[in-house]
């Protein structure tokens, strides 16, 4: 009974954070807030996770809110100045330039806010770096590389959609161990 319990909590910590990140973001209309985008995400991940953080609460949650705006703007960056400069150093022929934009909308929206968003989460929290965590990451990676390729017009879903594999691929990196140990069980007990 207790370790079906335990068992539920382990899965509530890791998905709860991602709906409820989800839910802010499309229903309070996080396209045109972008507080709505990064207090939910910081605060969530760090209340789910306050017994692995390295540092205490304040710094912590300041870090991750810090994070979110240089990921944020940093992806905007990377998505207008690289392509254009692409797009001007390579001289290329029509057709060619939707490919490049397509390319740095990917890489900037979905492979570099990632790469930042893990290294600082390796910083501030408690993970051990094991094949698991490689696993999250290219799915996480593959995942939001799959949704910049989707035409999704709504800017709320798509950014809540994002918060959503985001949250998930860090919970599962917090809690990789639990989700071993839970996975390892379920197959002893078949």
């Not at 802010?24 to 605060?43: E, H, M, Q, R």
Request: positive net charge; aromatic residues 16%; hydrophobic residues 50%.
């Amino acid at each position: 009974m207790i370790s079906k319990a335990y068992n539920s909590s382990i899965l509530y910590k890791i998905i709860l954070p991602a709906i409820i990140c989800f839910l802010i973001n499309y229903l309070g209309d996080g396209y045109d807030n972008f507080l709505i985008v990064i207090i939910p995400f910081s605060l969530l991940i760090i209340l789910c996770s306050y017994h692995k953080m390295k540092y205490n609460f304040i710094i912590t949650f300041i870090s991750l809110i810090i994070l979110s705006f240089i990921s944020l703007y940093g992806s905007i960056l990377i998505y207008l100045g690289g392509s254009r400069i692409l797009e001007n150093l390579m001289n290329l022929k029509e057709g060619f330039p939707e490919l490049i934009y397509g390319i740095a909308y990917i890489l900037s929206f979905s492979i570099f806010p990632l790469i930042l968003i893990f290294y600082v989460q390796e910083k501030l929290f408690k993970i051990t770096k094991s094949n698991f965590t490689n696993y999250i990451k290219g799915l996480a990676f593959s995942l939001l590389s799959f949704l910049m390729l989707m035409e999704i017009n709504n800017g709320s879903l798509l950014i809540g959609i994002w918060q959503f594999i985001t949250v998930l691929g860090t919970q599962s990196f917090l809690y990789q161990k639990e989700l071993i140990w839970l996975f390892n069980k379920s197959e002893t007990i078949r």
